[in-house]
């Protein structure tokens, strides 16, 4: 990456800078590893000292970090947020090189922009159809009638079958499977039945899924995936999910069929959600709990355990059952 100075990384973030503006910047490292031409940033004060005693010769920090005057500050009320959007300033997107590899298969009634970047052994299906400026990676397979939305970013050996819509501005890393059959079978006599999965996924703009992920298609309607929501490493959307807007789910959690979750929710990683359940807006949910078919998780105090309940509720159940386990351990 080139050089930067911080008196124009400061100015680029619109923040105000103490200390040598001259200094250059050549990369960003974490605390501990960061040396005099490194940035990187301080959100809490206890690492105050610690920052002190490092070699870091740029920081992101609030206006009460300490004086030194070897050290240059960029003074931020939101440290790791600046940070993050120096992170991207200073190691840009490389620049998409607009045009098809020789190797893609693309069917002729397939619209692709010319402005989109396709990659080796590409598979395009019949009418589906490639926004500006979209970069989809080698071995990408894009269904029949399928939309990738403008300026979106299609990772290597991704799946979206046919019959999608992913948004502008995607994010969509490596392994994803979009679109493949909700798990509906019905028993029959003596053996279970496939029910065909007809139905569709729509992903919403500026939407990022983890690698791995899987997301299947509605058995009827849609499975929606809204407007900047966030998904981690092998997260499984179920058939007929609604996931709402600006939603996070972490990494190897799995919702079933039918599941609703409102905007803003927050759900740990290794969570399990069964079928019909609804996820109100803004509530959190914390790693590993498990929540019941059909339950409602009600926004406000964060929920936890198998089968979930209130935070302060299960650390009460913990503690009663700490205190019970010492009565009944034999004595010395």
Known sequence: MPAITASELAARLGLRLRGNGNRQITAAAALEDAGPDDLTFISNPKYFEAGLASNAGCFIASTDF?????????????????????LALLYPVAPIHAGIHPTAVIHPSATVHSTAEIGPFVAIGNGASIGARVRIGASTAIGNESRIGDDSLIHARVSIYGGVSVG???????????????????????SFRKVPQVGRVEIGEDVEIGANSCIDRATLGTTVVGDGTKLDNMVHIGHNCRIGKHVLIVAQTG??????????????????????????SKAVIGSGAGILSSKIVHAGEPVWGTPARPL???????????????????KA
């Open 255 to 280: 919702l079933a069929g039918g599941v609703t979750v409102g905007d803003y929710a927050v759900i740990g990683g290794q969570v399990g959600v069964g079928d019909k359940a609804r996820i109100e």
């Open 312 to 330: 302060r509720q299960y650390l009460r159940q913990l503690a009663t059952l700490s205190r019970l386990s010492k009565r009944s351990s034999p």
């Open 168 to 190: 502008a501005r995607a994010i969509i890393h490596s392994g994803v499977v979009i679109g493949a059959d909700g798990f509906g079978f019905e028993l029959s006599g003596a």
């Open 66 to 86: 300490p004086a030194a005057s070897d050290r240059t500050i960029i003074e931020s009320a939101q440290p790791r947020a600046h940070f993050a959007q120096a």
